[in-house]
T-cell receptor, first 111, second 115 residues
Framework: GESVGLHLPTLSVQEGDNSIINCAYSNSASDYFIWYKQESGKGPQFIIDIRSNMDKRQGQRVTVLLNKTVKHLSLQIAATQPGDSAVYFCAGASGNTPLVFGKGTRLSVIA | DAGVIQSPRHEVTEMGQEVTLRCKPISGHNSLFWYRQTMMRGLELLIYFNNNVPIDDSGMPEDRFSAKMPNASFSTLKIQPSEPRDSAVYFC?????????????FGSGTQLSVL
């Protein structure tokens, strides 16, 4: 089955620096990955997704990188802002199986 | 669009009582999901529906849990009887992708405390 995990439970970055949040997965059949941001007291909010036929996808200030060889996923946030402080979750799925979420990484932005 | 709407936002109840959580998905979304979030276990999928039909309820922890979706704009998650270990945040999410769990849009959740 799918197992999605994170390398670090917490990450502190200086405002203006770039942030990199990492995620590992175990199911080589996973073909869809997604990143969510969850602020305190709110539900997870969609950030960006990527399919396994891609290795990079960019959004506004965010980039997701997928390395299928080592089953690794990362979220890069450019010019991190205080509003980026939140818990970030990666999730993966294969076919139409339900998304499996990792435990999350808490990002703290230091002003 | 108002997004996924859940009610109540907070629920405090005593052990043994029945609890009903409600969800209104985004209009036009065909898939609806119920998740539970705890510090220990993270986000766990309980059940999901496609076109109002339950597809996978293998995540429902026990027979005390039941979910219904009587129409495309409303779903309930019921716990009867409730127990302290049911305390968690329960999220409802909907997806615009037919029969898929891609790009889930989450509600604000219901914080449930069972005393």
């Amino acid at each position: 089955g799918e197992s999605v995990g994170l390398h670090l439970p917490t990450l502190s970055v200086q405002e203006g620096d770039n942030s990199i949040i990492n995620c590992a997965y175990s199911n080589s059949a996973s073909d869809y990955f997604i990143w969510y941001k969850q602020e305190s007291g709110k539900g997870p909010q969609f950030i960006i997704d990527i399919r396994s036929n891609m290795d990079k996808r960019q959004g506004q200030r965010v980039t997701v990188l997928l390395n299928k060889t080592v089953k690794h996923l990362s979220l890069q946030i450019a010019a991190t802002q205080p509003g980026d402080s939140a818990v970030y979750f990666c999730a993966g799925a294969s076919g139409n199986t339900p998304l499996v979420f990792g435990k999350g990484t808490r990002l703290s932005v230091i002003a | 669009d108002a997004g996924v709407i859940q009610s109540p936002r907070h629920e405090v109840t005593e052990m043994g009582q029945e609890v009903t959580l409600r969800c209104k998905p985004i209009s036009g979304h065909n898939s609806l999901f119920w998740y539970r979030q705890t510090m220990m276990r993270g986000l766990e999928l309980l059940i999901y529906f496609n076109n109002n039909v339950p597809i996978d309820d293998s995540g429902m922890p026990e027979d005390r849990f039941s979910a219904k979706m009587p129409n495309a704009s409303f779903s309930t998650l019921k716990i009867q009887p409730s127990e302290p270990r049911d305390s968690a945040v329960y999220f409802c999410a909907s997806s615009p992708v037919q029969g898929s769990n891609e790009k889930l849009f989450f509600g604000s959740g219901t914080q449930l405390s069972v005393l």
